[in-house]
Nanobody
Framework: QVPLVESGGGSVQAGGALRLSCVVSGYTTSSRCMAWFRQAPGKEREGVAV???????SYTDSVKGRFTISRDNAANTMYLEMNSLKPEDTGMYYC???????????????WGQGTQVTVSS
């Protein structure tokens, strides 16, 4: 499995914005589904957004209208634009790749190390 490297996390106040990036080394991302997951302390890792090979996207309800997932296949990079951030968005954000347009953890086999997002009220 090739490494996935996330970046862009940080600390912001509620209402702020961040842009996460995930770079895939070694091969093109165009043939794979890519997703963002997050995990808050003491909670299960949850799917946030996924983008398919054809650009199809899906979001968990709590981020719809605030987050946007996108990909630049030429740059082997996936992004998560996060706006109107809330304290409940706080967590470690992970990039993942798999074969399905899914927000289920079991459908993804390759994971990055994560980037921390902290939103203060």
């Amino acid at each position: 499995q090739v490494p996935l490297v996330e970046s862009g996390g940080g600390s912001v106040q509620a209402g702020g914005a961040l842009r996460l990036s995930c770079v895939v080394s070694g091969y093109t991302t165009s043939s794979r589904c890519m997703a963002w997951f997050r995990q808050a302390p003491g909670k299960e890792r949850e799917g946030v957004a996924v983008i398919g090979r054809d650009g199809t996207t899906s979001y968990t309800d709590s981020v719809k209208g605030r987050f946007t997932i996108s990909r630049d296949n030429a740059a082997n990079t996936m992004y998560l634009e996060m706006n109107s951030l809330k304290p409940e968005d706080t967590g470690m954000y992970y990039c993942a790749e798999g074969g399905f347009v899914s927000l289920r953890r079991v459908d993804f086999s390759n994971w990055g190390q994560g980037t921390q997002v902290t939103v203060s009220s």
